[in-house]
């Protein structure tokens, strides 16, 4: 049964252009190409990268956290209430309003009491400022790392400046060492993504990264597998080009630097629009749906890459509508007053909770651009505290 399945799934009509198959493509003493089997080497890798993460984060991120000047903002630990743990662990962290009366009369307190349980509850869960620095400095050094990688990988070749290139000579085209360590490399971070996706910060956006990073996952594998080398790296490239920019303004902002975290999100929004709403959809999809046609006839790999760059397209748009909110709010209103990307519920409501709890305390809140992207505040009342310092 299982080789029958193999059999099916790996059928050269499926994955290579009318006329080749899978022989034509075999690796010799003196020509490398592409093998589906090879990407099973990213599985391990991927495990190496989660290793590599942790000592990076400890050894690296949490020094550089508070050489930044990173601070924490205090949590007020529960009180013990095995009612209302019971019902946090096993039912709901956020109950209705008939569970919370309900639960207040077993408990013998108020609803507010119960509101205020649950909502400091659900900040004990959450992660600290010190650990989103942490996966935003990761993320950063990756995103950086690889940039600049592709920039050595592609720079010197001719499809990187001609698109037409991509398909010359397609699909016997030989595969150099220099692509195969950037397919494993980018491959197995985004597999370490998923392996981690329970520990990492989530936000309002969290399933469009997490289809994101699977579209990713079947893009990359399947443009290695059919010998989409070339403009598979491209791809990668123009992905990598911005996403390491977010990530450093992401670490200023938890740092308190809103003059630079701000500066950076301009930069940020201008390279994202250029790179993922004209360079990919102008230059890459269109060398792949059209260009590519004058060398081979359509086959289902054709339509299901081009799917697959569809669907990274759509998300792009998405994401860039998030984009151009925060920056029309911030010329006009010179504020942000709400991150279009973070997520209430994941969001840090100490503060608010003090002042629920007792109406003489407060605590001065930041107004940068990305303010909300990483430090999710919950009430829009924060954002009328005046701005800190710049550094």
Not at 25 to 47: F, G
Not at 206 to 231: D, P, W
Not at 273 to 284: M, Y
Request: one cysteine or more; glycine letters at 4%; proline letters at 5%.
């Amino acid at each position: 049964m299982a080789s029958v399945l193999h059999k099916w799934l790996w059928h050269h009509e499926y994955w290579l252009p009318p006329g080749i198959t899978w022989d034509d493509l075999e690796s010799s003493e003196h020509a490398l190409y592409p093998q589906p089997r090879d990407l099973v080497i990213a599985i391990p890798y991927a495990v190496v990268f989660v290793i590599l993460r942790f000592l990076y984060e400890r050894w690296i991120a949490v020094p550089l956290s508070k050489h930044m000047g990173v601070k924490e903002k205090i949590r007020r630990k529960v009180p013990p209430k095995p009612a209302l743990e019971k019902v946090y662990t096993t039912k709901s962290t956020c109950p209705k309003e008939h569970d919370l009366l309900a639960l207040a009369k077993q408990c013998g307190i108020s609803i507010q009491e119960v509101k205020v349980w649950f909502r400091n509850r659900r900040n004990q869960d959450r992660p600290s400022i010190t650990q989103r620095f942490c996966d935003a400095s990761w993320r950063f050094a990756f995103y950086l790392l690889a940039f600049i990688y592709g920039l050595r990988v592609l720079l010197d070749k001719p499809w990187f400046w001609n698109q037409q290139e991509c398909w010359k000579g397609y699909p016997r085209q030989v595969m150099m060492p220099s692509q195969y360590w950037y397919y494993m490399i980018e491959m197995a971070f985004y597999w370490s993504l998923l392996l981690r996706v329970s520990l990492d910060v989530k936000r309002k956006d969290f399933k469009e990264q997490m289809i994101h990073h699977v579209a990713t996952i079947f893009l990359i594998g399947f443009s290695y597998s059919a010998n989409y080398i070339r403009v598979g790296t491209i791809i990668m490239l123009v992905h990598d080009a911005s996403d390491y920019i977010m990530e450093c303004a992401k670490m200023f902002n938890y740092a308190g630097w809103r003059r630079t975290c701000d500066g950076l999100f301009v930069v940020f929004a201008l390279v994202f629009i250029i790179t993922r709403l004209v360079i990919f959809p102008v230059w890459v999809m269109h060398t792949t749906l059209y260009s590519s046609m004058e060398v081979f006839q359509p086959f289902l790999g054709y339509y299901l890459f081009n799917f697959l760059l569809v669907v990274l397209q759509v998300l792009h748009i998405f994401w860039a509508y998030l984009i151009l909110r925060m920056a029309v709010k911030f010329v006009f209103a010179g504020k942000v007053e709400k991150d279009e990307r973070s997520d209430v519920d994941e969001s840090d409501g100490t503060e608010e909770d003090g002042r629920m709890e007792s109406k003489s305390m407060s605590s001065p809140n930041h107004n940068g651009v990305l303010n909300k992207i990483t430090n999710g505040m919950k009430s829009k009342s924060n954002e009328r505290n005046r701005l800190p310092k710049a550094r």
